[in-house]
């Protein structure tokens, strides 16, 4: 099966399982665990922060950042379509009593100009308390938030004293795509998470970095959240692996997914949206495709070819490239479309 549903979907290698399997452990919760203090200092490293904290997920990371950022009832900004508010199970409202001032973006992404007329400029007591803007790069949509566009946020929120916190779940890929460092990115936050899960493979796990203060509150809430995981150098083996090893090869996953864009964008049935494939993401609408049925219809025809996604979202189907999709997967696709656009038709658009 071509599982493009998502690169969470990766496994680790031979070679990451034996990294694992060596990777000497300790209790964590104790600070002993060398391993785990090797991938925090890695990460803290690679983005300029002071600490980082290796917490056992993307959300996971997300949700200890506003816990640690904000006070209950504390006003954060952000994006209608960021992963906090679409795809956290409203986290925020359990977890932190935040209050999230959701901003739908004109266009991709939020900016700067998008945000500062939300933040309240006025202590009165009936308002809540402006305390933390949270951006993604890349975005969920595949598409990346330019460096310039961070940098006028960044400057913004300064003379406001508010600190900014960076969904970087797959950072690695849009540093790759922008062709700088990590580190620049992350120049232009407070606080940031990355996920080792995704492109880059590792079975579990995410980092959450910033100052040394900061990550040292964050260390006591993630105790709070259940997130002590004791001898887990074991996981953290494999993200050590996989920074050494898995970054660069992002950059065919980028390859793959241009170029599937390229291939579903030769038929009248699809609409591509070509311009927001800039990582490892592709997204498109297939015309008549406007039910329920004719959606699993087109699903199915896909998983009879071996190609896995997931249902549309809003009327868009996602394909993920990953490190399971190689280029003979690309090829199988290739031949594989004209016949599923065929069956297709034939069902609902005969006569029509």
Not at 85 to 109: D, M, N, Y
């Amino acid at each position: 099966m071509i599982d493009l549903r998502s690169d969470t979907v990766t496994k680790p290698s031979a070679a990451m399982r034996e990294a694992m399997m060596n990777a000497p452990v300790g209790d964590d919760v104790l600070g002993e665990d060398p391993t785990v203090n090797e991938l925090e200092a890695r990460a803290a490293q690679l983005t300029g922060k002071e600490a980082a904290l290796f917490v056992p997920s993307g959300t996971f990371a997300n949700q200890l950042s506003l816990m640690t950022h904000i006070q209950r009832g504390g006003e954060v900004y952000l994006s209608d379509d960021s992963h906090i508010v679409q795809h956290e199970c409203g986290a925020a409202s359990i977890l932190s009593s935040a209050f999230l001032r959701t901003i739908s973006p004109k266009g991709k992404w939020l900016t700067w100009d998008e945000i500062e007329p939300k933040i309240r400029k006025s202590d009165d007591i009936h308002f809540p308390k402006p305390s933390l803007i949270e951006i993604e790069n890349p975005l969920s949509n595949g598409t990346l938030l330019p460096l310039e566009e961070m940098v006028r946020i960044k400057r913004g929120a300064e003379t406001y004293g508010i600190p900014v916190h960076l969904d970087g779940a797959r950072l690695f890929n849009a540093a790759q795509a922008l062709g700088i460092s990590v580190k620049e990115i992350a120049s232009h936050t407070d606080s940031l998470m990355f996920c080792l899960s995704k492109g880059l493979t590792a079975p579990a796990g995410s980092l959450l970095c910033g100052s040394k203060a900061f990550i040292d509150r964050a260390r006591r809430n993630r105790k709070i959240m259940g997130g002590g995981m004791r001898q887990i150098g074991i996981l953290a083996g494999a993200g050590l692996f996989a920074l050494d090893n898995m970054v660069d090869r992002l950059a065919d996953d980028h390859t793959h997914a241009k170029r599937l864009g390229e291939i579903f964008g030769r038929y009248s049935l699809f609409h591509v949206d070509r311009e927001s494939i800039q990582i490892n993401m592709v997204f498109i609408q297939v015309k008549g495709a406007d039910t329920p049925e004719k959606e699993l219809f087109f699903l199915n025809l896909l998983k009879e070819e071996n190609i896995l996604t997931y249902p549309p979202e809003g009327g868009w189907f996602r394909f993920v490239t990953n490190n399971e999709v190689s280029k003979d997967d690309i090829d199988h696709i290739e031949s594989s479309l004209p016949g599923i656009i065929e069956e297709f038709g034939s069902k609902f658009f005969t006569g029509n």
